[in-house]
């Protein structure tokens, strides 16, 4: 048997296509070594650009409803909820209408009857959660009809003086003072 003689193209063509082999091999053997990712480990993987998106959120800005309902400014479910981003809308609605009636005869677009309130906090604060805080446990072991969260972590969170009263399910006017802005023959226009 003789040595066949190769050019030089084909003989650098054979080296390649072995280095490649050799080099492939190494890489699926050090792949082969390394453990596999868990399912949670992928799952955070996926989620890393969604976790760092996610930041603080904004301090609510209640500055619309506070140039007439000052009193909440300072209170403690306003002190709460601010920093966290849940202002007054998102328990009464934007309440345009509401805002923008001097007078005063038109109520917000959400009001709480006793039994909605507890709900409605609880959308955010599940009973699982809030139940092992210390209190709680008592006031969900024999619930009140006449408490609700309000009454512990809202109390300061009412008008001392209400001059409009509305029926909280329809949101009909039941009452009021009868004081009038924006008419030429209320009693405050007269007062100049």
Sequence with gaps: MGIKRVGFGTLA????????????????????????PSPTTLATAKRAPKLKAEKKPEPADNSYCLVCHTNYEEEKLTKVHRP??????????????????EDAL???EVMFTKEKVDPFC?????KGE???????????KDPDPDEHCTECHAEKHRL???TRIWD???????????VRMMYDNSTASNAK
């Design 13 to 36: 063509a054979v080296v390649l296509v072995g280095l490649t082999v050799v080099g492939l091999s190494t890489v699926r053997a050090a792949d082969e070594k390394k453990p596999k």
């Design 84 to 101: 966290a981003g849940i202002g007054c809308e998102k328990c009464h609605g934007m309440s345009d209408e509401h805002s923008a009636d």
């Design 130 to 140: 809030i139940d092992k805080e210390e209190n709680h446990e008592e006031y969900f």
């Design 106 to 108: 038109t109520p917000p």
């Design 168 to 178: 909280k399910k329809t949101g009909k006017l039941i009452s009021d003072d009868g």
């Design 122 to 126: 609880m959308e955010c604060h599940p």
């Design 160 to 162: 001392k003086v209400r």
